[in-house]
């Protein structure tokens, strides 16, 4: 099945900085790699998503970029903002629909 | 639409006992999946069904652990018996393009068992 590793565990960064956070995936035919942010006491939601296709997809201060030959695929956060301060996860979809997390990377913004 | 619903929130019980979580997934979506939130484990795939039908029940820790879907508006998940080590959030989500599109997760129902 699907292994998906993320790091780091836990970042902190100044307000305004960026922050990254980096996944690798081993099923070389995952084809959808989403991300969801989860706030402290609430449910996980998607911020961005991926599709095997792209290499690269930005919204705004956030993007995502995909390396299928090395099956990694990476969150940038830019001028990182208090609201940012929450739990981001990393999927992989794979060919029979199964959406495997990694383990979270907790990120907070120090004012 | 009002998004997954999930009841109840909170459950506190007592080892033994049955526990049933139960899910209403967005109107129209055809794919439901049951995770479980755990700190030392984090988000676990449990069991997704597909236009009601189960498609893979692999991620189901163990026999004490059951789900069903009678038809496209709702689904349980049913815990017989609960131990503690059960206790977790345990989300349900919902997605219109079988797991393909965007997972809409309902707000979790928090499970303590003592």
């Known amino acids: 099945g699907e292994n998906v590793e993320q790091h780091p565990s836990t970042l902190s960064v100044q307000e305004g900085d960026s922050a990254v956070i980096k996944c690798t995936y081993s099923?070389?035919?995952?084809?959808?790699f989403p991300w969801y942010k989860q706030e402290l006491g609430k449910r996980p939601q998607l911020i961005i998503d991926i599709r095997s296709n792209v290499g690269e997809k930005k919204d705004q201060r956030i993007a995502v970029t995909l390396n299928k030959t090395a099956k990694h695929f990476s969150l940038h956060i830019t001028e990182t903002q208090p609201e940012d301060s929450a739990v981001y996860f990393c999927a992989a979809l794979t060919n029979d629909y199964k959406l495997s997390f990694g383990a979270g990377t907790t990120v907070t913004v120090r004012a | 639409d009002a998004g997954v619903i999930q009841s109840p929130r909170h459950e506190v019980t007592e080892m033994g006992q049955e526990v049933t979580l139960r899910c209403k997934p967005i109107?129209?979506?055809?794919?439901l999946f049951w995770y479980r939130q755990t700190m030392m484990r984090g988000l676990e795939l449990l069991i997704y069904f597909n236009n009601n039908v189960p498609i893979d029940d692999s991620g189901m820790p163990e026999d004490r652990f059951s789900a069903k879907m009678p038809n496209a508006s709702f689904s349980t998940l049913k815990i017989q018996p609960s131990e503690p080590r059960d206790s977790a959030v345990y989300f349900c989500?919902?997605?219109?393009?079988?797991?393909?599109?965007?997972?809409?997760f309902g707000e979790g129902s928090r499970l303590t068992v003592l």
């Open positions: 989500a919902s997605s219109g393009l079988a797991g393909a599109g965007e997972l809409f």
């Open positions: 099923d070389s035919a995952s084809n959808y």
């Open positions: 109107s129209g979506h055809n794919s």
